[in-house]
């Protein structure tokens, strides 16, 4: 895109002042021989080249405030004496030439230094004439149509488009309204990308799997009465048979009894039940995301536990992996309420929680380590840190020593 470009290095030329031994010069102040003649005193403290930092016995030149003998008076740039116009920047002075081309005002076409105007393409300034050149020679074209490029146009790291050729042909296009994306978007797991909103409403991702919700990439969607979204792809595997949730209880169970979770009784009553429901038998708050909960119930005779008996709740609406992890986090309550084991409340749903994290890694899908992932960034004090801490002394300690450690609590 040619931008003219503001004189963005005004270029101020100085005379510089010669002051050569003579007598008084109206009024200004300049050191000769150790007298001030502007009172005809002699000086306390001589002046002082600002380059060398000797006297000033002689004449000197002043540019801009600063005194220098006549032979230190040099371009920072070039090492050569100054005379006529100078630049001046922080404490450097410059013939008017050397300071361009310390600036970086030269022309990419002919090598030459710029006038006080001139125009940039990318990263590069011409003299206009030198661009029109340069643009006849290499006849700039769209990366993506081949068409020469004229008026406005864009560009990336290394590569220039007509807008119209950016917007249709490489710009990500949103998974829900499949227009191209300017600006931010929103990223799922999955890789699928959308805008943040459409109109005033933000996009809509499953409350399980996390995919963004759409015909094209989830098969639609459905959104229950607590708000809950749940996309096409996982609502077909939502568990609500009776069939479906016994074969549920003794896949969890078998998967327990492989890491040592053993005698959890078979005929625990599962139910699936709705969010206030939950809430209900939690006796959680209105805004706890809890998936589930386990009633535990121990009946007591002359201060003796004569029986326990336990029921789980389970949020309405899981799909089946989900469903499976948050059983086995059930179940290890009943184990440890079978056990009379008491623990904190980080320990107990931390060690609860390594019984859904064995659901999903062996699962190995990968809805399971989108699942999984949710956990570990879980920040809750209780739910994630304590899962973050019994998940380090499982890893330390191994399954068998870890379960001999809770039950000796």
């Known amino acids: ?59 000197y030149i002043k540019a801009d405030g600063y005194k220098f003998h006549q032979e230190c008076f040099l371009c920072s740039k070039c090492g050569k004496p100054i005379t006529g116009s100078f630049q001046h920047k922080d404490s450097d002075f410059y013939h008017s030439d050397c300071y361009k081309e310390k600036m970086g005002l030269v022309c990419a076409k002919c090598g030459k230094l710029l006038d006080q105007k001139w125009q940039v393409l990318g990263d590069r300034k011409f003299h206009a004439d030198c661009l029109k050149q340069h643009l006849q020679q290499i006849r700039m074209v769209c990366d993506i149509c ?41 990223i799922d797991p999955w890789g699928n990308k959308a ?26 969607g459905f ?46 009553p599962i139910n699936i039940v709705d969010m206030e429901k939950l809430k209900q038998y939690s006796k959680s708050n209105p805004t706890s995301d809890s998936k589930g909960f386990t009633s535990c119930l121990t009946t007591y005779k002359n201060n003796q536990a004569i029986s326990k008996s336990q029921t789980i709740y389970i949020l309405n609406g899981l799909p089946l992996l989900e469903f499976n992890g948050v059983l086995a986090h059930e179940m290890m309550h ?16 931390g060690f609860c929680n390594l019984g859904t994290m064995k659901v999903y890694l062996d699962d190995g899908s990968e ?38 450690m809770i039950q000796n609590r």
């Open 1 to 59: 895109m040619l931008i003219p470009s503001p004189n963005r290095f005004l270029i101020f030329k100085t005379t510089i002042v010669l002051l050569l031994m003579a007598s008084l010069c109206c009024g200004t102040a300049f050191a000769q021989n150790g007298l001030d003649y502007t009172t005809g005193s002699p000086r306390n403290n001589e002046s002082i080249c600002d380059r060398c930092k000797q006297p000033l016995l002689g004449g």
């Open 146 to 186: 081949k068409k020469p490029l004229t008026g406005k146009y864009t560009k990336d790291e290394s590569k220039n488009y007509h807008i119209d050729c950016l917007r249709n042909y490489k710009l990500t296009r949103c998974a829900v309204c499949e227009k191209p994306i300017e600006g931010r978007m929103l």
């Open 195 to 220: 805008h943040e909103k459409h109109e005033d409403h933000k996009t809509v991702t499953c409350s399980s799997c996390m995919r963004i919700i759409s015909n094209k990439i989830s098969k639609g």
């Open 223 to 268: 959104r229950y009465s607590d708000g809950r979204t749940i996309c096409g792809i996982c609502k077909p595997t939502v568990v609500e048979k009776d069939n479906v949730i016994m074969k549920s209880r003794n896949t969890v169970l078998s998967l327990l009894h492989s890491i040592g979770i053993t005698d959890i009784p078979a005929t625990i």
């Open 334 to 349: 009943v184990w440890l309420h079978e056990r009379d084991i008491k623990l904190a409340d980080p320990e107990t749903e």
């Open 367 to 404: 809805s399971a380590k989108i699942l999984l992932e949710n956990m570990e960034k879980d920040q809750d004090p209780i739910y994630g840190d304590g899962y973050q801490n019994m998940k380090k002394q499982l890893e330390a300690m191994g399954w068998e020593k870890l379960i001999q």
